[in-house]
């Protein structure tokens, strides 16, 4: 595909030479085949992230059902599993529905004056079971202190679970993710910062391009490739901003800033915006 026009003979372009008729059916089944991978990719990433905590839902509660012999501790434990998979297969059917509101132009916002600091306390109660589950220290450093804000407050809790969930899922056992809020004279500020595996930097300005997977140097993969994109794009709806720094081996740190003032707008935010690297 990289053969350009231009390096062939001019005479067999312009007589449109068996060659030339070659070349751009080759490019054509060449695409083609590009485009069907693709879909199925994320096909597979859709199966996928139904199918695993599905999978542990129902073979725990099969456990929980069918055995006599099982200690109080080891019930709690099940039951927290249970929690924690439903958590999580929630969030991704979430994260599906917005995504296609957000690709139809039917991702709106319905803004109410409430407090922020609230809305961002519980997305990490939210993720908690996840985060116990993968043995990370989840840290709620945000202030008792009420930041009130006309916002989308269920839409903002759903994009802080997106990043939070991420940051888990990137940090090892016994490492740390810390969700803090700021607030100033200007926007106010949510950091998530993670002592994860970090972003390497030539992927770090594609992450919230829908789809878009970052390879790890230990062979597994991020998920679907849809939660920073749909956080984005709520951050800039409320005309705010997500943006995203990394370090391989120390970390990540995402901050999304939303303006205390009256968002401009409720319009729905096109999602071309974000499918560069479908």
Excluded: W
């Amino acid at each position: 595909l990289r053969t350009s026009m231009s390096s062939l003979d001019p005479a067999l372009v312009s007589h449109g030479h068996p060659s030339i008729l070659n070349f751009e059916r080759d490019a054509a089944r060449r695409i083609a085949q590009l485009q069907s991978n693709a879909r199925f990719d994320v096909a597979s990433r859709v199966a996928h992230g139904i199918r695993t905590p599905l999978a542990s839902i129902l073979g725990f509660t099969e456990i929980l059902r069918d055995a006599t012999t099982i200690s109080e501790a080891d019930r709690a434990e099940f039951h927290r599993i249970i929690s924690a998979e439903s958590g999580r297969l929630t969030r991704f059917v979430v994260t599906l529905r917005d995504f296609m509101d957000l690709h139809d132009g039917r991702l709106l916002l319905d803004k109410t004056m409430s407090d922020l600091g609230e809305t961002v306390r519980s997305a990490v109660e939210a993720c908690a079971d996840d985060a116990y589950s993968h043995g990370v220290r989840l840290l709620n450093a945000v202030s008792p202190e009420a930041v009130v804000v006309a916002a989308d407050h269920t839409r903002l809790r759903t994009a802080m679970e997106q990043v939070i969930a991420n940051a888990i899922q990137a940090t090892a056992a016994h490492g740390r993710v810390v969700v803090q809020l700021y607030h100033t004279s200007g926007p106010v500020i949510i950091s998530v910062a993670d002592t994860g595996v970090g972003i390497p930097s030539k992927d770090v300005a594609k992450v919230t391009d829908a789809f878009y997977r970052v390879d790890r140097r230990d062979g597994s993969e991020s998920r679907l490739g849809l939660g920073l994109t749909l956080a984005r794009a709520i951050a800039e709806m409320h005309d705010g901003s997500l943006t995203v720094a990394s370090r391989e081996g120390v970390g990540s740190v995402v901050v999304m800033r939303i303006p205390q003032e009256e968002p401009r707008s409720s319009e729905s935010t096109k999602c071309s915006l974000y499918l560069r690297h479908a």
